[in-house]
């Protein structure tokens, strides 16, 4: 059955995608995808979080491994998790944390290739409504803005705030999205700091509405934050997905390496060729100089390493009391399997 289905593959992709056409004889080698029609959920898909994703997506490189994606876009990581859950999304493009979260809850999902090295967020502090900001403890009793509550952006601002011995009752946070929703609520004095990604927490920046105060957009910021290498964007599903569609988490795996492979020699101008307009938030240069900021945080080549697991453990379980490390078995959490296979067929 596997035959026809490859060699009905002879839709037209482009002259960005021609390359990516070569991946035919491997994704033969690699026996037939299991599921080629697949549903992807992501929260806040125009952030830089998510750049990989949508590179991946733009230049056909998911068509060219035989997989049909509809992705659907949600406030924010926590909303698309839920979609996982609830059964209306096959594949999460989302944080590696909440592996860890689920597992804690007793659901196991599991990452099958990395796409972020840092977690590329920032936290800033509003200098219309906070323009006497000294120190962390000034954020008590105030609003914080995040991409959606229980997401990635959240979680970072719990870690930070508990480094001041604040809890995360002792804010409120806001969901405002990832994009011009998120610049809006901060510049309109709805919310009092955020946490949040790129392109907005660089236009906040570089405007001056905002002072940054926490930032892992670079590698060495994220050393600082969390005392090692945190793993962010990635692909998890759910464990028993993982098991009885191997070829299709292969062919997903393949992708997005290829994307990564891409992105590693793109220069300033392919980006914005490639990205869709509404990404850009109206300000060409603000983007730019927003992806030259977290350039190096995208990942290399899809492997996730074990010390960044051990990292976002030991993060989460400083500030998550339900998250007891001793009862946590990270191995199940995600697999070097697929994009190991993948780093060596691209060369990433």
Avoid at 218 to 246: I, S, W
Wanted: net charge positive; hydrophobic share 40%.
């Amino acid at each position: 059955m596997s035959q026809p289905r490859l060699t009905r593959r002879g839709f037209a992709l482009g002259a960005t995608v021609t390359a990516a056409a070569l991946a035919v004889p491997a994704l033969r080698a690699q026996g037939r995808i299991e599921k080629p029609k697949l549903s992807l959920a992501v929260g806040g898909k125009a952030a830089f979080y998510y750049l990989p994703l949508t590179i991946t997506e733009q230049l056909g490189y998911f068509k060219a491994e035989g997989l049909d994606v509809e992705i659907s876009d949600f406030a924010g990581g926590a909303k698309a998790l839920q979609a996982l859950v609830g059964g209306s999304a096959d594949v999460v493009s989302g944080a590696y944390e909440h592996t860890i979260n689920m597992q804690a809850r007793h659901q196991f999902i599991q990452e099958i290739v990395l796409m972020g090295r840092a977690p590329q967020i920032a936290i800033g502090v509003s200098n219309k409504t906070m323009p006497g900001y000294k120190s962390l403890k000034d954020l008590k009793g105030k609003k914080i803005g995040v991409s959606a509550p229980g997401s990635s952006t959240n979680m970072i601002a719990n870690l930070v705030l508990s480094r001041a011995g604040l809890q995360p009752s002792d804010v409120s946070f806001v969901g405002v999205g990832t994009s011009s929703g998120a610049l809006a609520a901060l510049r309109s004095g709805q919310i009092d700091a955020m946490s949040n990604t790129d392109p907005v927490m660089t236009m906040l920046e570089q405007k001056g509405d905002v002072k940054i105060i926490s930032d892992t957009r670079t590698l060495k910021g994220t050393q600082e934050v969390f005392g090692g290498p945190m793993p962010a964007a990635c692909l998890y599903t759910n464990a028993d997905f993982v098991k009885a569609n191997p070829n299709t988490c292969q062919a997903l795996a393949n992708a997005i390496v290829h994307g990564l492979k891409w992105l590693q020699t793109a220069g300033p101008s392919d980006i914005i060729k490639t990205v869709p307009e509404s990404y850009l938030l109206g300000d060409r240069g603000l983007y730019l100089a927003s992806f030259n900021k977290v350039r190096e945080a995208i990942g290399l080549d899809g492997v996730l390493p074990d010390d960044g697991a051990r990292t976002a453990l030991k993060a989460l379980a400083s500030f998550e009391p339900s998250i007891k490390p001793e009862k946590i078995d990270l191995a199940r959490t995600y697999t070097n399997e697929f994009a190991r296979r993948a780093k060596e067929r691209f060369k990433a």
